[in-house]
């Protein structure tokens, strides 16, 4: 697909983080959700995180702080309100649960939070304080064991916010 992430298991070749997520879950027997009922919740979380969640905020993101060109204010704006809007629906869905599906952290929690980790000052936007309850889960995503700060377990040299 000309894309990455590309995951390559043996002989088995996998691309779209979603898929890779469900067939890590699935192959290692952690993440995946308990029951046909929450693993359904699971793919609909990832869904929602493809579409709306990080594809958003990771466009955000790379325009304000890695772009060629300083970002056009009317598309980043226009990013900033889907973005507003998903992180409220992530935020509200949180309120009363300790991750997005049951009550273990699955492959869901992983996708939702993957770009989260990166410091403010790469996208602009705030979400510790807009987001009480994005940032008390994301707590609870740290707390996983094997965590890791992105910028720990990348390669690589870092590269400075321009924008």
Not at 21 to 35: D, E, I, N, P, S
Not at 109 to 136: K, M, Q, T, W
Not at 138 to 158: F, H, K, M, N, T
Request: glycine share 8%; proline share 6%.
């Amino acid at each position: 697909m000309g894309e990455v992430p590309v995951l390559d298991d043996g002989v088995r070749r996998l691309t779209q983080s979603g898929v890779i997520l469900t067939y890590l879950a699935k192959k290692h027997g952690a993440f995946h959700g308990a029951g046909e009922e929450e693993q359904q919740e699971v793919l609909r979380w990832l869904f929602f995180d493809n579409h709306k969640f990080t594809s958003y905020y990771a466009t955000y993101r790379f325009m304000k702080a890695f772009g060629a060109t300083a970002p056009d204010p009317a598309v980043m704006s226009w990013l900033r309100g889907r973005l507003d809007n998903a992180f409220t629906i992530v935020n509200k869905h949180l309120e009363h649960r300790p991750f997005m599906v049951g009550l273990s952290p699955t492959v869901a929690d992983l996708s939702l939070c993957g770009y989260l980790f990166y410091p403010v000052e790469e996208s602009g936007y705030e979400v510790a304080v807009r987001f009480p309850h994005i940032n008390s889960w994301l707590s609870r995503v740290q707390a996983i064991p094997g965590w890791a700060d992105p910028y720990e377990v990348l390669p690589g040299e870092r590269i400075a916010a321009k924008w």
